[in-house]
Every structure is written in structure tokens, then in C-alpha cells.
């Protein structure tokens, strides 16, 4: 028998595939839920380059649909490396499609090359607007995805998940995007960077204390299990917490364009995500994790329309 549930916006199977079709598979296997945190960082830099006079349509398009489609990627790789691990037998976030039989593996690696491609296009073409640097940027980020939860050092599995989203979904993503539109770039990036990379990471943080029992029994030493939940439960609050001190400090001293500054309202949607995570029950966890995502969107909203205004 199968046995189905609302899991994070998806139905979780517990059998091989529960009548999904392929159309369903593989959107779940896409993790639409997770895409805000590839979409984030691009408003970002895209509205600081229109700040700053040096804004480029075919930039920004480009930029996003190589975020997204490496984003993708990542979520497919993820889903055919976790199965390979034996990592997803006991889930309780959204169902992996080849633990549950419905996606092959090789259809899904092929999956992982056709959404690497599309992000090569858009990083070719965007070489020919801010010259090599976007391609280096392009290699290191596929590195970086495909050895997440794969290769034979996985660092997702070493407790480095949260520091690496920081980087690449944070400082890479914001200022790679900025540096997109004209080949330069302004302290103003780095410190919104810093902002996107915290929230990106807390959404992982979320998504990691939510699943501490179930990776410690198959070995999957994230960050929130070398901590444990209270001290995870901590940073949680500090990279949501950190952010907008850093947004307050930045248009105070003029740092950051200083109408972007009003993005520091949205600091009350913290306190009930970290009462969430702070709960033991599945589906205020899977809230929280959810919360955070739409939290990083909404803060690279009002930063983007802050900065175009300025």
C-alpha cells in the first residue's frame, strides 16, 4: 500500500512513485520551494547596478536563468547522490524521486547535464559582457554543486553545507550579479552579499535541524549535527538576526543605497521562524523552512526596490 502526505508543498510517497507522472516527478525533484534563494541575490545585484547607472535587461535575464538553472541542478544532483548514500530512506522533507524508483539515476544525471548546459549558454554570453571572470565564477559554482552531497568528500556531509551556500548563494551570486551588468563592482555588493549569503544559509540551517535525527542515523554529519539542535537552533537566530543589523549599519552610514534601508520592517517576520524551529513537531519545522525562504525573497525585494528608488 502507499501512503501519501503534504510534505514542504509536495506529496510524499512511500512507495515507488505513488501514480506521479513524469511532469510531477520531476518538478518535485526541482524543489520549486528552494528557487527564491537562486532569484534572491540576482534582484539584488541587478538593482544595484540600475542604482549605480549600469544596469543591463539581457544581464539580468541572463544571470537569472543561469541562477535558477544551477540551482536546479544542484537539487537534481542532490536527489541522485543522497540515493546513491542510502540518505533518504527515512525522509521527511519532500520525497526524492530516486530513492522512490520514479526518476532512474541516469535520467537523472542527464537531468544535471541538460540544466548545466543551460547555465554554460548564459554564462558564455554573459563573458562576452564582463569578460572572463563570470566564466570562472560559472566553473567554480558547478564544482561546488556537483560535490555537495557527491564525489568522494562530499562537504555537505562534513558539516560545510551552510558555510558554502554563504558563499556561493551569497557573495558569489549578489556580486557575480552586480559584476554581470558592467564588469565592476561596489562595496555596496559585498555587504548585501553578506546579507543574501546569511538568509540562504539559514534557509539550509532550517532545512538541516528539521532532518538532525533522520542524517545522524545515516551518517549525513550536516552542521546541525555536529551542533546539535539548541546550539543550531542559536545560529538559526543569528543569521536571520544579522542581516538586518548589517542593513540598518549600511544605510545609516550610507554604505548601501539608503532607501534599501526599509528592508529593516520586515525584522518581526524573525521572531515566529525561530519560535518555529525552536518546536520539535515535523510541520512547524517544515513552516519554518519555508518561512526563511519566503523571508529572503521579501528582504531582496525591499532591498531591490529600496535601491532603485535611492
Not at 68 to 74: D, E, N, V
Not at 120 to 144: H, R
Not at 181 to 201: K, N, P, Q, R, Y
Amino acid at each position: 500500500m502507499c501512503r501519501a502526505r503534504q510534505v514542504d508543498g509536495a506529496t510524499d510517497m512511500s512507495d515507488s512513485g505513488g501514480g506521479l507522472s513524469q511532469r510531477e516527478a520531476w518538478t518535485i525533484a526541482a524543489r520549486p520551494r528552494t528557487l527564491p534563494a537562486a532569484m534572491a541575490p540576482v534582484l539584488v545585484g541587478s538593482a544595484l547596478a540600475q542604482h549605480e547607472g549600469a544596469f543591463r535587461w539581457d544581464s539580468f535575464v541572463l544571470a537569472l536563468l543561469g541562477a535558477l538553472a544551477i540551482q536546479i541542478a544542484a537539487n537534481f544532483a542532490n536527489d541522485a547522490s543522497d540515493a546513491s548514500r542510502g540518505a533518504d530512506t527515512e525522509r521527511v522533507g519532500p520525497p526524492r524521486m530516486v530513492s522512490l524508483g520514479v526518476i532512474s539515476p541516469g535520467r537523472m544525471w542527464a537531468g544535471v547535464a541538460i540544466t548545466v548546459g543551460v547555465s554554460a549558454v548564459t554564462g558564455i554570453w554573459l563573458f562576452t559582457i564582463a569578460g572572463w571572470p563570470i566564466l570562472v565564477i560559472g566553473a567554480v559554482s558547478v564544482v561546488a554543486m556537483l560535490t555537495y552531497v557527491g564525489g568522494p568528500l562530499p562537504y555537505g556531509y562534513r558539516g560545510l553545507g551552510e558555510a558554502m551556500v554563504f558563499v556561493f548563494f551569497g557573495l558569489v551570486a549578489t556580486v557575480g550579479t552586480r559584476f554581470a551588468h558592467d564588469g565592476t563592482t561596489e562595496a555596496s555588493a559585498w555587504i548585501l552579499g553578506v546579507v543574501m549569503g546569511c538568509l540562504a544559509a539559514a534557509i539550509l540551517m532550517a532545512n538541516n535541524i528539521r532532518d538532525i535525527d533522520t542524517d545522524r542515523k545515516v551518517g549525513k554529519r550536516t552542521l546541525a549535527v555536529i551542533l546539535g539542535a539548541e546550539r543550531s537552533r542559536t545560529l538559526y537566530a543569528g543569521l536571520l538576526l544579522v542581516p538586518f543589523g548589517l542593513i540598518a549599519l549600511g544605510a545609516a552610514f550610507n554604505w548601501i543605497p539608503v532607501l534599501a534601508g526599509f528592508a529593516v520592517v520586515l525584522m518581526p517576520m524573525v521572531r515566529p521562524l525561530v519560535k518555529r524551529v525552536s518546536s520539535n513537531d515535523v510541520e512547524k519545522l517544515i513552516a519554518a523552512l519555508g518561512g526563511t525562504a519566503r523571508l529572503q525573497l521579501l528582504v531582496a525585494i525591499f532591498l531591490a526596490t529600496g535601491a532603485v528608488a535611492s
